[in-house]
């Protein structure tokens, strides 16, 4: 921890940055903090409970994140493919930020505690097994130690296989079933770091693709619609699902998109900014074999 507080004590005095985002204490356990002078670095922590996806807070349309500075952010794996989405999309600047990375062991599924937990495969968040990015490595810093595996825990994509077992009519019934609880308070959009859009659909009314009533066919059409702008940029951080206030289990869609983009183009999500995603690239010797 005095590493991570080190080094963003050095980026603020030398004016390399004007604000650094991190984690800090707060009443409920770990919380996202901006660090505008170096006096309060002491204020950075990383440990299990700093599960916030803090590259949400890059997304352009926050101005008033913008108007601090240029920022150092903290992230972890999920975090810096996140970054590289914005990258990619030339949502950002590389030059414009500087990327702290930290050694990440895993992140708790219930990060609400006034101490770090025991990861264990009961506390563990379900967006850690089997992550391929516990060092980031398109970062301009790593600090912390070497973490263990993060414990085994049910695997999402025991999940979807297992609502991909069901007939169409069931399958349909356990989404109506779920999304039907949906206020449409648009939690998800805002703690998505991919959901950059400066204004987004469900806003656009003349004409209105999207009813905003929370009725089944204005959460099916909204949750429907997110999932496809996610197709192939979703980097599973599962804050989307965190944040939902009724329980939604968003990450089933977004891990099933992430499977059917890995069957049809052979693609993952990479912390790479520079590796191409398969929505938004052009290929002059595409088969174009999906439209058959």
């Keep these: 921890?005095?590493?991570?507080?080190?080094?963003?004590?050095?980026?603020?005095?030398?004016?390399?940055?004007?604000?650094?985002?991190g984690w800090e204490e707060g009443p409920r356990g770990a919380r996202?903090?901006?660090?505008?002078s170096a006096a309060d670095c002491e204020r950075l922590i990383f440990d299990a409970r700093c599960v916030h996806n803090l590259a949400t807070f890059l997304n352009p349309r926050r101005s008033q994140?913008?108007?601090?500075?240029?920022?150092?952010?903290?992230?972890?794996?999920?975090?810096a493919k996140a970054v590289a989405g914005l990258l990619r999309e030339?949502?950002?600047?590389?030059?414009?930020?500087?990327l702290i990375g930290v050694r990440c062991g895993g992140v708790a599924g219930e990060p609400a505690t006034l101490a770090p937990p025991a990861l264990s495969a009961e506390t563990?968040?379900?967006?850690?097994?089997?992550?391929?990015?516990?060092?980031?490595?398109?970062?301009?810093?790593?600090?912390?130690?070497?973490?263990?595996?993060?414990?085994?825990?049910a695997d999402l994509d025991e999940r979807v296989a297992a609502l991909d077992a069901l007939s169409p009519a069931e399958r349909f019934a356990f989404w109506t079933k779920e999304l039907s609880r949906c206020t449409q308070c648009y939690a998800c959009r805002q703690a998505c770091p991919l959901c950059c859009c400066e204004r987004c659909i469900v806003e656009k009314t003349e004409p209105q693709w999207i009813e905003t009533s929370p009725h089944p066919r204005g959460n099916f059409a909204w949750h429907l619609t997110r999932a496809q702008h996610l197709a192939g940029?979703?980097?599973?951080?599962?804050?989307?699902?965190?944040?939902?206030p009724v329980g939604i289990p968003l990450g089933l869609i977004n891990r099933k998109l992430q499977q059917v983009v890995y069957e049809l183009y052979g693609y993952t999500?990479?912390?790479?900014?520079?590796?191409?995603?398969?929505?938004?690239?052009?290929?002059?010797?595409?088969?174009?074999?999906?439209?058959?």
């Design 65 to 79: 994140i913008t108007a601090l500075g240029k920022a150092a952010v903290v992230v972890k794996g999920c975090d």
């Design 233 to 244: 940029r979703c980097v599973g951080c599962g804050e989307c699902e965190r944040a939902c």
């Design 124 to 153: 563990v968040s379900a967006r850690c097994w089997g992550c391929d990015v516990r060092e980031p490595e398109s970062v301009d810093m790593l600090v912390g130690e070497a973490q263990p595996e993060p414990p085994v825990t």
């Design 1 to 21: 921890m005095s590493e991570l507080q080190d080094t963003a004590r050095r980026l603020l005095d030398e004016g390399l940055v004007q604000v650094v985002i």
């Design 32 to 36: 996202p903090v901006f660090v505008t």
């Design 269 to 292: 999500v990479s912390e790479d900014p520079a590796v191409p995603a398969p929505i938004g690239a052009y290929a002059t010797d595409d088969t174009q074999d999906f439209i058959e």
């Design 90 to 98: 030339a949502q950002l600047e590389r030059a414009g930020i500087v």
